[in-house]
């Protein structure tokens, strides 16, 4: 009978690996530790429950093994460079801030990694909040859909149009590679990634000792709508701003195509290709987002807020607020009111 011989080496290998990317240039620091820490949390209750090895090799990911110092003050010390991962099983695509053409210029030879990965190892991706822009430059996104943050929404179709943004997203999955929303949502998408390469019961020990939300998957109620305005059509900007002046009132689009001098077909392509929205898409969400400050800031009832924004008809209304805000205007009122948060 042949003895097997189980060195160090030959578990390293055995192991799965997860690389938490640390990108250059500028992001925070929050949104690559606290990943790490909760996959090192799921890894270390399984070697627990299971009494043996860690399941992954988990590794902090740098450009080269050197630390990286975020906003002049908090270093992060990579345990791996991209030369040293020759195969991983998944990568975390830690978020990017601050100006993206910028960052991604930074972030280059990661961006080469991440795609040689995929393709030569079948590597699973996960972007987090901005990172998604470093995902998507790797063109594996192309014809996919994807999730990032809110505030990044605009840019992100305008450079990507290839790819299908789902803006009302946290957690977006397709084929191996997955995205999710911004700031301390990715808490909530680690989670599921935890779910999925973890295994759910060791998910929800997480979600008990992190006290972190379990299953939460829409962003709709953080978005706020401020209007897009980052285009040079000016008579669309003349357009949405007579929308944003007059939201309570009825408004109709034809006259505001001829208010602006653009006749009707020219006009619904032009205000499309310059805000992503049909004009009637933006004036209902010029008029949800009226309705929001007012339940967040103000004791009037649902029925006053309804017919103060310019509508009558309440079940319409109402699903219009839960398309846009992804909650009843009730259970937004209870949950936003500030009078309400303190009572």
């Not at 049909?278 to 400050?293: C, F, G, H, M, N």
Request: some cysteine; proline content about 3%.
């Amino acid at each position: 009978m042949t003895k097997r011989i189980c060195t160090f080496e030959t578990i390293q290998i055995l192991m799965k690996h997860i690389s938490v990317l640390v990108p250059l240039g500028n992001s925070i620091v929050d949104t690559i530790i606290a990943p790490f820490n909760l996959l090192m949390m799921a890894n270390n209750h399984v070697r627990k429950l299971d009494g043996g090895m860690h399941p992954y090799k988990i590794d902090l990911v740098g450009v080269l093994q050197e630390p990286v110092t975020y906003q002049g003050l908090f270093s992060i010390q990579p345990t791996a460079g991209i030369d040293d991962i020759q195969k991983t099983d998944l990568i975390i695509v830690s978020p990017i801030s601050g100006n993206i053409n910028q960052a991604i210029d930074n972030n280059q030879d990661f961006i080469r990694w991440i795609r040689k990965q995929r393709i030569e190892n079948d590597a699973e991706i996960a972007s987090l909040c901005k990172g998604a822009f470093l995902l998507a430059e790797t063109g594996l996104l192309h014809g996919k859909s994807c999730a990032t943050h809110w505030t990044a929404h605009e840019v992100f179709k305008r450079r990507y149009p290839e790819i299908q943004l789902l803006p009302e997203k946290i957690i977006c999955e397709d084929n191996g590679i997955y995205s999710s929303g911004g700031a301390y949502s990715i808490l909530n998408f680690m989670l599921y990634l935890i779910e999925r390469y973890f295994g759910r019961e060791t998910a929800i020990w997480c979600s008990k000792l992190a006290e972190i939300d379990f299953d939460r998957i829409g962003q709709n109620e953080f978005i706020i709508f401020r209007g897009q305005k980052e285009h040079s059509d000016e008579p669309i900007k003349k357009a949405q701003q007579f929308i944003e002046d007059n939201y309570e009132k009825k408004l109709n689009i034809n006259a505001i195509a001829e208010m602006v001098h653009l006749n009707g077909r020219s006009f619904l392509r032009r205000f499309k290709k310059a805000t992503a929205n049909t004009p009637l898409e933006y004036i209902q969400r010029v008029k949800i987002e009226a309705a929001k400050k007012q339940l967040e800031a103000t004791t009037k009832t649902i029925h006053e807020v309804m017919y103060g924004i310019g509508y009558t008809d309440e079940k319409a209304f109402r699903n219009l607020f839960r398309k846009y805000s992804g909650l009843s205007p009730k259970a937004y009122r209870h949950k936003y009111n500030r009078e309400m948060a303190f009572s």
